[in-house]
């Protein structure tokens, strides 16, 4: 198993400690560093100073939004920077949900996502495969396009930039079931949220599945070393108490769908219930302790090196450790040697 450094998105600004952590992970041989992207800094920026101040550390996006560009847009972006850093990209994506897609940029929420997923997966591949001008008769991306508001002179074009790799690895953000089997047909790979080693068929039976080779499976998780596991599941569960509660609408919440079929479905609907009365602080608290402690790694040295073993035993081919300092890093690559 392969360890990644998951540094997600900026807050109020940029982290300082993201460069410094991204080096030191480099140092002690972790794989990957990965950048998301939410509604503020995006995913594509980051890592491309990241990679200007490293030379082999592979770089991820965990996960750089759809709606965020067309698909021809988000191939330049991958193409651009695996040039600019010798073949390093690992081109993560995801849908996103209605409220962030239609709320912040102000688009549709396709009523087929995984039509509209497998279409931008397929405009991407030809980018990259430059084989010939990109052609889809697509429903949601259609390359030219053919809208009604279409001026008819639009023209079928491949890159000018000749991609450095036709097999950039492209890694899907999925969650439901059918969305998890699609994702096994057509990505390179798959970014699991909220992952429980003992809990993998909560995604359906392709995650269970033999998988095909080369096939990447890389969830995150809070790596902490501490004394004291309460105080170090905190941060996972105020993560928690924003996605289950805030992270989309009270009838459409993908990530309380998810925590509820993994057996919290009681408290998946009571910490939505609270966060959008706006007790936000009670929402975090009403975070079981037990959910947020199976999807992490936390506590002790000794107690991390136990649980990593069952992490070790499934499907998971790379760790992507959200860890806050050095020391968790250095712990997490020593027990993982």
């Known amino acids: 198993m392969r360890l990644g450094l998951a540094l997600g998105y900026w807050g109020r600004g940029p982290s300082a400690d993201h460069v410094p952590l991204a080096q030191e992970a ?5 794989h990957s560093v990965w950048t998301a992207e939410s509604w503020g800094s995006d995913a594509f920026t980051p890592l491309t100073w990241i990679a200007a101040q490293t030379s082999r550390i592979r770089l991820g996006t965990a996960v750089a939004q759809m709606a965020a560009r067309s698909p021809t847009t988000t191939a330049m972006h991958a193409l651009t920077l695996d040039h600019l850093s010798g073949g390093r990209v690992m081109l993560g994506l995801g849908l996103s949900g209605p409220q962030v897609v239609e709320g912040w940029y102000g688009r549709p929420f396709p009523r087929s996502p995984l039509t ?30 053919r809208g009604e508001d279409a001026t008819g002179i639009g023209k079928a074009l491949k890159p000018i930039t000749h991609p450095l790799r036709a097999d950039l690895p492209v890694l899907l953000g999925a969650e439901g079931p059918k969305n998890v089997a699609q994702t096994v047909r057509i990505a390179d790979g798959w970014l699991p949220l909220y992952w429980s080693p003992s809990r993998p068929e909560v995604y359906g039976e ?13 969830p995150m998780a809070r790596v902490q070393v501490c004394d004291d596991v309460s105080e170090g599941l905190l941060p996972v569960k105020v993560m928690l108490g924003f996605y289950i509660g805030g992270m989309g609408h009270a009838a459409r919440n993908f990530h309380a769908d998810l925590m509820a ?13 609270l966060f959008l009365e706006g007790h936000r602080e009670e929402a975090v608290l009403a975070v079981p302790d037990a959910f947020a402690d199976e999807i992490s790694l936390v506590g002790p040295r000794e107690r991390i090196a136990e649980r990593l073993e069952a992490w070790r035993k499934g499907p998971v081919t790379d760790l992507l450790a959200l860890a806050p300092d050095p020391h968790s890093l250095r712990v997490l690559a020593e027990l993982n040697s």
Not at 26 to 30: A, D, H, K, S
Not at 261 to 273: F, N
């Open 261 to 273: 079929r993994m057996g919290y479905e009681e408290e998946a609907r009571r910490i939505q219930r």
């Open 116 to 145: 509209a997923t497998r279409e931008y997966v397929d405009v991407v591949r030809q980018v990259l495969l430059r084989e010939a001008p990109v052609e889809l008769d697509g429903r949601f991306h259609s390359h030219p396009y």
């Open 26 to 30: 480099e140092r002690l041989g972790y």
């Open 206 to 218: 392709a995650a269970v599945g033999d998988l095909p080779d080369g096939f990447l499976v890389a």
